[in-house]
Nanobody, 122 residues
Framework: QVQLVESGGGLVQAGGSLRLSCAAS????????VGWFRQAPGKEREFVAA????????LYTDSVKGRFTISRDNAKNTVYLQMNSLKPEDTTVYYC???????????????WGQGTQVTVSS
C-alpha cells in the first residue's frame, strides 16, 4: 500500500514557475514508476509526465516538453514536477500516481493522490 500526497500548487502568473511535490509513504517507493496527470473540470484526465523507478527514464506529453521536468528522490520518497513557462491552459488539478508499469495510461497506475490545484493567470 502506498499513500501519495501532492503539494506545491497555487496561483502564478503566466510565464512563472511552480514545483509540485508528490510525497509517498512506504518503504518500497523505489519499486514504483510515478506519473503526473491533470484533469480540468468536465474533461478527461490526461497524462503529463512519468518517471521510471530508478529515475533513469522519463516521458512527457508534447504540450509540456521543454517546460516541465519530472524528477525523483527515492531517499526522500518524493517525486517532483518542475513547471516553468506556465500558461493559462496549464490551469487544472494535478495528480500524482504510482504503479508498477512505466507508461502513459491511467490504468497503469494503482495508487493516486488527492490532487493539487494549479492556477495560471494571464
Amino acid at each position: 500500500q502506498v499513500q501519495l500526497v501532492e503539494s506545491g500548487g497555487g496561483l502564478v502568473q503566466a510565464g512563472g514557475s511552480l514545483r509540485l511535490s508528490c510525497a509517498a509513504s512506504g518503504r518500497t517507493f523505489s519499486s514504483y514508476a510515478v506519473g503526473w496527470f491533470r484533469q480540468a473540470p468536465g474533461k478527461e484526465r490526461e497524462f503529463v509526465a512519468a518517471i521510471s523507478r530508478s529515475g533513469g527514464s522519463t516521458l512527457y506529453t508534447d504540450s509540456v516538453k521543454g517546460r516541465f521536468t519530472i524528477s525523483r528522490d527515492n531517499a526522500k520518497n518524493t517525486v517532483y514536477l518542475q513547471m516553468n513557462s506556465l500558461k493559462p491552459e496549464d490551469t487544472t488539478v494535478y495528480y500524482c500516481a504510482a504503479g508498477w508499469i512505466f507508461g502513459r495510461r491511467e490504468d497503469e497506475y494503482r495508487y493516486w493522490g488527492q490532487g493539487t490545484q494549479v492556477t495560471v493567470s494571464s
